[in-house]
């Protein structure tokens, strides 16, 4: 599981290193289950899943009923794609401590497995607000909202991720591919709602020129202006493509029109002032 490496209790040293309690006291095991504890972590580290589940069966029927022993029982199961009883597990050791952080993102990284994006989210957006410099819980949560479709939130995780790593390429290019799903998905609602809309018309004009293809782009944004003639912006794509393919008169009149609608803009001005300069 993508998680579980990093969720584990340790073994030898779990003492010093296991999440703490809301108390800010460490949960602890006597001597004897410390020891069964460990032997449990190291099975499942070296994919004994029998040994670990038996092992951890055995420290909570030992009187060990603690979050972390809830949580490496959890990881036996998920490891199993036994998915319900990892749950179960999971649940258990947030109920014991609501800011032990493993188990939500175990909980939510299960769920997300299961397709049951909404109720990973919630769990993801917990353990971001308990962990919120943590990237990898920022990257899970992002996973659950891509695959819930949920694109405006999408883009809020990888804005979170550049601003802890403003320098990583990696978070550059999925913040990008972020944003490219989200401009995809408002065209898809706009396409939805209003079919015959210029916005929709204009949108479509926009991809087909981004990828290559002005002579349809040409029609969209034709078909956008005979939507909505006081629209910005579609007379300015339009003569822009005019310009491209020579026909100058024709960049002209759109230029001016798109003027007559934006007196003040940049664009329209720096173009009409191309095509009027010999």
Request: charged share 25%; aromatic share 8%; glycine share 6%.
């Amino acid at each position: 599981m993508y998680f579980a490496a990093l969720c584990l209790s340790s073994g030898g040293g779990a003492a010093s290193q296991r999440p703490a309690s809301r108390t800010g006291e460490p949960p602890a095991l006597s001597a004897p289950m410390q020891e069964v504890f460990n032997q449990g972590v190291e099975a499942l580290q070296s994919g004994q899943l029998d040994s670990a589940e038996k092992a951890f069966l055995q420290v909570l029927k030992g009187g060990g009923r603690l979050p972390f022993v809830y949580n490496d029982l959890g990881i036996v199961y998920e490891e199993r794609g036994e998915r319900e009883q990892a749950l179960a597990q999971f649940r258990e050791a947030i109920r014991l401590d609501p800011n032990y952080v493993a188990p939500h993102v175990l909980m939510g990284s299960t769920l997300l497995a299961m397709s049951r994006f909404r109720e990973a989210a919630r769990e993801l957006e917990v353990a971001v607000r308990l962990q919120p410099n943590d990237p990898l819980v920022h990257l899970q949560l992002a996973k659950a909202y891509r695959r819930g479709e949920d694109y405006p939130r999408v883009v809020e995780q990888f804005q979170a991720l550049r601003d802890l790593a403003p320098q990583d390429p990696e978070y550059v290019y999925q913040t990008t591919r972020a944003y490219l799903d989200l401009s995809a998905w408002c065209f898809q609602q706009i396409a939805h709602l209003q079919p015959n809309s210029a916005r929709a018309y204009q949108a479509l004009g926009e991809n087909f020129r981004a990828e290559g293809r002005p002579e349809i782009a040409l029609r969209a944004f034709q078909r956008a202006a005979e939507a909505d003639p006081t629209l910005p912006e579609i007379h300015l794509a339009l003569a822009e493509i005019y310009v491209e393919q020579g026909k100058i008169a024709e960049a002209r009149k759109e230029v001016e029109q798109e003027l007559a609608i934006l007196p003040t803009s940049a664009a329209a001005l720096a173009l009409k002032k191309k095509i009027d300069t010999p």
